[in-house]
């Protein structure tokens, strides 16, 4: 089974720093995805990055990056010049890869989160 | 843009009463998923259904059911509600396949129980 530890449970920033959420898991698997996805108050989850396990290079989208370490089994979001609507709850998640024998089942496995607040 | 509803934001509830929570995707997605939130435990997933009348029981399904009749909605049902059953809930949906692999999330049922 695999697991997803997010060890900073709030953190907090001033706007247009830079802040980054921790998140380490730990599986058997070789192959698989890993993702953060956002929550902000009252509104609906949304994803954020994701990553493929294959992929040496770290993904990036807009202001948002990831410093993936297989070996370590890290796997950190980098928010660039952060904004108020950055403010959210942070859930890191894994996934194993699809495997045609499950049909495409595989589910997420997420981390407990960390609450981020940007202050003005 | 994927749409996944939920019947209602807030819900309050009595001990024993049953309780239907339902959740609505309009992306023709395979894969439907309950998830149970509750702070400092992240997400744990009730149930899981990959098509119609198909579910499989995630980490916490004591004290729930689920039914999917159709392919765009999923009911989470919980037959004789407690109060350590209040919580938010969260739906999502996704494609089932090989190249695809985001879920998307409904905007949640916070439900309490008294």
């Known amino acids: 089974a695999q697991t997803v530890t997010q060890s900073q449970p709030e953190m907090s920033v001033q706007e247009a720093e830079t802040v980054t959420l921790s998140c380490t898991y730990d599986?058997?698997?070789?192959?698989?995805?890993l993702f953060w996805y956002k929550q902000p108050p009252s509104r609906q989850m949304i994803l954020v990055i994701r990553?493929?396990?294959?992929?040496?290079q770290n993904a990036t989208e807009n202001r948002f990056s990831v410093n993936f370490q297989k070996a370590a089994k890290s796997f950190s979001l980098k928010i660039s010049d952060s904004q108020l609507g950055d403010t959210a709850m942070y859930f890191c998640?894994?996934?194993?890869?699809?495997?045609?024998?499950?049909?495409?089942?595989?589910?997420?496995?997420f981390g407990t989160g960390t609450r981020l607040t940007i202050i003005p | 843009d994927v749409k996944v509803t939920q019947s209602s934001r807030y819900l309050v509830k009595r001990t024993g009463e049953k309780v239907f929570l339902e959740c609505v995707q309009d992306?023709?997605?395979?894969?439907m998923f309950w998830y149970r939130q509750d702070p400092g435990l992240g997400l744990r997933l009730i149930y899981f259904?990959?098509?119609?009348?198909?579910?499989e029981k995630g980490d916490i399904p004591e004290g729930y059911s689920v039914s999917r009749e159709k392919k765009e909605r999923f009911s989470l049902i919980l037959e004789s509600a407690s109060t350590n059953q209040t919580s938010m809930y969260l739906c999502?949906?996704?494609?089932?396949?090989?190249?695809?692999?985001?879920?998307?999330f409904g905007p949640g049922t916070r439900l309490t129980v008294t």
């Open positions: 999502a949906s996704r494609y089932r396949g090989v190249t695809t692999y985001e879920q998307y």
């Open positions: 599986t058997s698997e070789n192959n698989y995805y």
């Open positions: 990553q493929e396990a294959y992929k040496q």
């Open positions: 998640a894994f996934m194993k890869s699809f495997e045609i024998s499950n049909f495409g089942n595989e589910k997420l496995t």
């Open positions: 992306m023709d997605h395979e894969n």
């Open positions: 259904s990959y098509d119609v009348k198909m579910k």
